[in-house]
DNA sequence: ATTAAACTGAACCATATGGTTCAGTATTAC
DNA sequence: GTAATACTGAACCATATGGTTCAGTTTAAT
């Protein structure tokens, strides 16, 4: 079961935090692969691999299904859609920070240009 | 120093993955503070929260100034540009990788109605 | 000159992470 | 029926993480 609550976002970021993850993600996105396959590719035992992709499953970015003896592993339904939203407005509080600094540099330029004639 | 290389995804990921540092990034949005601030707002020690703002400092999300006896803690430079772009990516792909299977499916539904209709 | 405040570093602790090996089980191929 | 394939779970290992306490150091206040 994927979380929605605040430990969703704790989760997911520590899903993407991981290279072989993102790799993942990325082959993923090019083409469905069973475990086999993704843990050929980067190198590493079937166990391994299944832990990461338990890691990208409980944070919804992977689904996987089990038929016979091969398990597929496709995107999940996680479309990143609530941690493009933080970043976005973190980065609109980050403008507004550096937009007040701005406005302090301008009213210094001001008053110096000002004191600069002679009164 | 700040890493720009492969692993700056994994520092600034992991740095967002906890929910103490994004809620010290929130509150250096609103307004510049030192390490005791901090601490006191996330109810920790002033070692517990100085080893959080040396994570967020790693991954460039936070720059700080020791003057007299208090560091005071700002937002840094990095605006997480890249981190957005590589999610964006990532949704776009997830996007490609679904049209796709929109295409099979209409491809599907049109041969079905064909056969459906007497030849 | 003392004392208090603000930080820092070392040491410690419990738990998590990223990996392994080894010993299964279930499916498929021969 | 036997053997190979594909995965799974348990156990283990080293290191990282998120927190603490304790013992400093430096700076500021009295």
Redesign the pocket.
Known sequence: MVQFNAQHFDTSF?AL??A??RGVLEQLARQDA????L?ETF???????????S?LEQAGLVV?E???????CRLGVSRLEQEAAWIERYRQMWAARFNELDKVVEELKRREKANGRPS
Do not use: F, P, Y
């Open positions: 520590a935090s991981d072989t993850r069973s475990i086999s396959e843990a190198e590493m035992t079937l166990t391994g691999m299944k832990k990461h992709v890691v996987t089990k038929v016979g003896r091969v398990r597929t």
